[in-house]
């Protein structure tokens, strides 16, 4: 079933004058991030572009895995790079090097890299509005590098909600496909499916 808003209709009409978008699309991709040095980044508008199928979608959720344990991702000031400088410099305080770690034989900076990716988390979960994310004026999504030297950073994207309502014959030749109903979704089904 495709999203549909739901304005008013009569028995056995999928329209209440609740305003409801009912039925859902999914669509999914493993993205790569350009490698970073060691720090706090702004990394918002580089995702984007990774995914501009979100420009397809009218209301929904985007969800934002790492694939990596001594990275994270965190939502945060996008306008003045002086805070990504200075949380770099409280994790370092709080989550030091040089401490009797059992684990160290990838290097001094690899157990502490851990340690402030559990404290700031794999993944983000953001609302998706009119095409775009729904964030607040001074809010970007930042890739936290724990590493002093990592490669490429990797994140599965996974987007779900109500396509936009000329974007809904796009099927599966757009990348996406539409969900049958939550119980039955059909041998095409997109909670399954994957684009890379």
Known sequence: MSCELNTGGGPGSSRSSSGIQIGSAWFQRRINLR???????LVTEEVLRLIP?????S??????QILHTSASLALNESWDPDVRDDMEMMLNRIIPEGLP???SCEGPDDMPAHVKACFLGSSLTLPISD??????????IWLCEHRN????????VTLQ????PDDRHLGSSGGMRNSRSPAHPGADSPLASTSS
């Open 131 to 140: 095409g775009r994310l729904a964030l607040g004026t001074w809010q970007g």
């Open 53 to 57: 199928e979100i420009s397809q979608f």
């Open 59 to 64: 209301v929904g959720l985007a969800h934002f």
């Open 35 to 41: 490698p970073q040095h060691r720090g706090v980044h």
């Open 101 to 103: 770690y059992r684990h």
């Open 149 to 156: 030297q990592a490669g490429s950073r990797k994140l599965m």
């Open 161 to 164: 909600g109500c396509l936009r």
